[in-house]
């Protein structure tokens, strides 16, 4: 799932979601004593991916629409384990997958091969890295925190046929023991110093209780029954058993589990050591830095990240203000820009028709856009992109704020990074490129939440303004994204006060201490999330500065996007290693 990130103050960005709690490799694999005897790495691959995507139903319910094609069969309704048992083993499962995969010979394995091996090597170091830091994560964050995404999965899982439908009535009746697992884990933070501010704990808490809200008709109730209507395969009886017992689930289940969640949070309030940020803490340092490392697919160092960001800063500064001396009045012309108020669906398929010029034609897909849910508005992203099984790529969902006004260029920008050519077109793409499953189960946050900013800032020139004032609207929203990742970095590395950006900030005109507040407030909620998108938006210029070099008067956008798609998501170290071999003239990505 891909979020559109909630500012709390001026201006919006994006999110991702991954409900997988670990690597949990097949129990089954063990070192090998050669390569001749070793599973072949397809064998190994696809072994992995069954088993990491059938730990977690709501994993694989959103990942495969029909799983008995790829082998997996009798999978366990689950929505996996925060325990501390569950963990340990995570631990010995990740280091037994790491040493099977390092038993392959990495020489005689082809391209795809080999760019799935480095991808997955990456990510299981990434993971070994900070094993023995889980307790300073946080899984109760205001927008991508468990509490606040499992309700907008209940609400979207599918219903192929009847057995999803009681699949799904079996998952939720486990949300209460899932939810005392996560109290479990928060009051093992709390004893362990580490719990999150009173702020945010409020904020917590303020969430649960706005799910709590009309429990008669709750949301969870009306769509499951609005799911229900259009299938056509059951009886008036079935319906209404079905019917029955979700609201059931619902009332005694889910709602419970919230209120459980709302009065342990209570509880703790207090327990927290730390209102700033992670480099306060003992460990906090070194977590970040596993943060930024995670959430951006670079390898550059923190330090030098700051350094990028300030110089992408100052260059789009002095562009803006280079633009606003040549026509005084162009400010004003953006401040009043008003756009002709189409609905979602026809400004995707806009999109679609003016990226044409940059970017490869998608193949034909499916889209619904539906609203965010009125008691969920304050606590969602302002949109959504919800990730399409690998097997039905053809059908897509794109979830939007309802207040979101049309006529806005926030609108506008905002359907680009979830649709057109954003998330959804990213992901329909590398999945046409045929990426294989493995890849489905491995996150990379800065390529996918960079790609959607990237494109975000092209979609400015598709909305058939002046080119100066998309121009200027563009460098003034990445500028303004450039303050807000070095704020991540000031308070999470440096150990920035409030006070500390205030100063920050002043320097750029803005003043405003309550909306400020708001903004350090959410920043410490939610550590280096700021910078997948930001930092993965500046990797990708990079990369496209680094192709114009290499391939002269043989560069095209339209040749650069399709060999980025194709690769799909990694850690840009690996997709400039590969971007030579998927960038050719004739389109063709030589895969052998």
Same mark, same amino acid.
């Given at each position: 799932?891909?979020?559109?990130?909630?500012?709390?103050?001026?201006?919006?960005?994006?999110?991702?979601?991954?409900?997988?709690?670990?690597?949990?490799?097949?129990?089954?694999?063990?070192?090998?004593?050669?390569?001749?005897?070793?599973?072949?790495?397809?064998?190994?691959?696809?072994?992995?991916?069954?088993?990491?995507?059938?730990?977690?139903?709501?994993?694989?319910?959103?990942?495969?629409?029909?799983?008995?094609?790829?082998?997996?069969?009798?999978?366990?309704?689950?929505?996996?384990?925060?325990?501390?048992?569950?963990?340990?083993?995570?631990?010995?499962?990740?280091?037994?997958?790491?040493?099977?995969?390092?038993?392959?010979?990495?020489?005689?394995?082809?391209?795809?091969?080999?760019?799935?091996?480095?991808?997955?090597?990456?990510?299981?170091?990434?993971?070994? %890295?900070?094993?023995? #830091? /889980?307790?300073?994560?946080?899984? =109760?964050?205001? $927008?991508?925190?468990?509490? +606040?995404? !499992?309700?907008?999965?209940?609400?979207?899982?599918?219903?192929?046929?009847?057995?999803?439908?009681?699949?799904?009535?079996?998952?939720?009746?486990?949300?209460?023991?899932?939810?005392?697992?996560?109290?479990?884990?928060?009051?093992?933070?709390?004893?362990?110093?580490?719990?999150?501010?009173?702020?945010?704990?409020?904020?917590?808490?303020?969430?649960?209780?706005?799910?709590?809200?009309?429990?008669?008709?709750?949301?969870?109730?009306?769509?499951?029954?609005?799911?229900?209507?259009?299938?056509?395969?059951?009886?008036?009886?079935?319906?209404?058993?079905?019917?029955?017992?979700?609201?059931?689930?619902?009332?005694?289940?889910?709602?419970? %589990?919230?209120?459980? #969640? /709302?009065?342990?949070?209570?509880? =703790?309030?207090? $327990?927290?050591?730390?209102? +700033?940020? !992670?480099?306060?803490?003992?460990?906090?340092?070194?977590?970040?830095?596993?943060?930024?490392?995670?959430?951006?697919?670079?390898?550059?160092?923190?330090?030098?990240?700051?350094?990028?960001?300030?110089?992408?800063?100052?260059?789009?500064?002095?562009?803006?203000?280079?633009?606003?001396?040549?026509?005084?009045?162009?400010?004003?012309?953006?401040?009043?820009?008003?756009?002709?108020?189409?609905?979602?669906?026809?400004?995707?398929?806009?999109?679609?028709?003016?990226?044409?010029?940059?970017?490869?034609?998608?193949?034909?897909?499916?889209?619904?856009?539906?609203?965010?849910?009125?008691?969920?508005?304050?606590?969602?992203?302002?949109?959504?992109?919800?990730?399409?099984?690998?097997?039905?790529?053809?059908?897509?969902?794109?979830?939007?704020?309802?207040?979101?006004?049309?006529?806005?260029?926030?609108?506008?920008?905002?359907?680009?990074?979830?649709?057109?050519?954003?998330?959804?077109?990213?992901?329909?793409?590398?999945?046409?490129?045929?990426?294989?499953?493995?890849?489905?189960?491995?996150?990379?946050?800065?390529?996918?939440?960079?790609?959607?900013?990237?494109?975000?800032?092209?979609?400015?020139?598709?909305?058939?303004?002046?080119?100066?004032?998309?121009?200027?609207?563009?460098?003034?929203?990445?500028?303004?994204?450039?303050?807000?990742?070095?704020?991540?970095?000031?308070?999470?590395?440096?150990?920035?006060?409030?006070?500390?950006?205030?100063?920050?900030?002043?320097?750029?005109?803005?003043?405003?201490?309550?909306?400020?507040?708001?903004?350090?407030?959410?920043?410490?909620?939610?550590?280096?999330?700021?910078?997948?998108?930001?930092?993965?938006?500046?990797?990708?210029?990079?990369?496209?500065?680094?192709?114009?070099?290499?391939?002269?008067?043989?560069?095209?956008?339209?040749?650069?996007?399709?060999?980025?798609?194709?690769?799909?998501?990694?850690?840009?170290?690996?997709?400039?290693?590969?971007?030579?071999?998927?960038?050719?003239?004739?389109?063709?990505?030589?895969?052998?």
């Amino acid at each position: 799932m891909h979020f559109r990130f909630r500012y709390r103050v001026l201006i919006p960005l994006v999110l991702t979601f991954c409900l997988l709690a670990g690597c949990s490799a097949p129990a089954s694999l063990t070192p090998a004593k050669s390569t001749e005897t070793a599973l072949s790495f397809d064998d190994f691959s696809e072994q992995f991916f069954r088993t990491e995507i059938a730990s977690n139903t709501i994993n694989l319910h959103f990942t495969l629409t029909n799983p008995e094609n790829y082998g997996i069969t009798d999978a366990p309704i689950s929505l996996g384990s925060l325990s501390a048992q569950s963990a340990d083993e995570s631990r010995a499962a990740l280091e037994n997958t790491l040493a099977v995969l390092e038993t392959f010979d990495y020489d005689k394995l082809s391209v795809r091969q080999q760019l799935d091996y480095d991808i997955l090597s990456d990510s299981l170091h990434t993971a070994a %890295a900070a094993s023995d #830091l /889980a307790l300073y994560d946080e899984i =109760l964050r205001p $927008s991508t925190g468990i509490q +606040a995404q !499992l309700p907008v999965l209940y609400e979207e899982y599918r219903f192929y046929e009847k057995e999803d439908v009681e699949d799904y009535l079996e998952l939720i009746a486990l949300t209460d023991s899932y939810f005392e697992e996560i109290i479990a884990f928060e009051r093992r933070k709390a004893a362990a110093g580490l719990f999150m501010s009173d702020f945010a704990c409020d904020n917590l808490i303020s969430q649960c209780e706005a799910f709590l809200k009309n429990p008669e008709e709750h949301y969870l109730i009306v769509t499951f029954n609005n799911k229900l209507a259009e299938m056509t395969d059951l009886s008036d009886a079935e319906r209404a058993d079905y019917q029955a017992k979700n609201e059931t689930l619902v009332r005694e289940n889910i709602l419970p %589990a919230y209120e459980k #969640l /709302a009065n342990a949070l209570t509880e =703790l309030l207090g $327990s927290g050591t730390n209102d +700033a940020g !992670l480099c306060h803490l003992p460990k906090g340092k070194e977590y970040y830095e596993h943060l930024v490392r995670y959430n951006t697919g670079s390898e550059k160092s923190v330090r030098e990240i700051q350094r990028m960001v300030e110089e992408q800063c100052s260059s789009d500064l002095a562009a803006a203000s280079a633009l606003m001396l040549a026509s005084p009045t162009l400010a004003t012309e953006c401040n009043s820009v008003r756009l002709d108020g189409m609905d979602s669906v026809a400004t995707l398929h806009l999109l679609q028709e003016q990226m044409l010029a940059h970017f490869p034609a998608a193949p034909d897909t499916e889209f619904t856009v539906s609203y965010i849910d009125e008691c969920m508005e304050d606590y969602m992203a302002p949109a959504f992109y919800i990730t399409a099984p690998i097997d039905n790529y053809e059908k897509n969902s794109i979830f939007i704020n309802a207040s979101t006004d049309p006529t806005t260029m926030r609108h506008f920008t905002t359907l680009a990074h979830e649709g057109f050519p954003g998330h959804l077109y990213q992901t329909v793409m590398s999945y046409e490129a045929g990426l294989s499953p493995l890849r489905s189960v491995l996150n990379y946050p800065g390529y996918v939440e960079g790609w959607a900013t990237y494109v975000e800032m092209l979609s400015y020139h598709y909305a058939g303004l002046e080119e100066d004032v998309a121009s200027l609207m563009s460098l003034n929203q990445s500028a303004l994204l450039s303050l807000y990742a070095a704020t991540d970095l000031g308070i999470h590395y440096d150990g920035w006060s409030f006070s500390d950006v205030l100063a920050f900030w002043a320097d750029y005109g803005i003043t405003d201490s309550d909306s400020l507040r708001d903004v350090y407030e959410l920043i410490v909620e939610e550590p280096a999330h700021y910078l997948k998108y930001y930092v993965g938006y500046l990797e990708f210029l990079e990369l496209k500065e680094e192709a114009k070099k290499r391939y002269g008067d043989a560069y095209s956008d339209v040749a650069f996007h399709r060999a980025i798609l194709a690769i799909g998501p990694a850690p840009f170290p690996i997709v400039e290693k590969y971007l030579d071999t998927y960038y050719l003239v004739d389109q063709t990505p030589s895969t052998e």
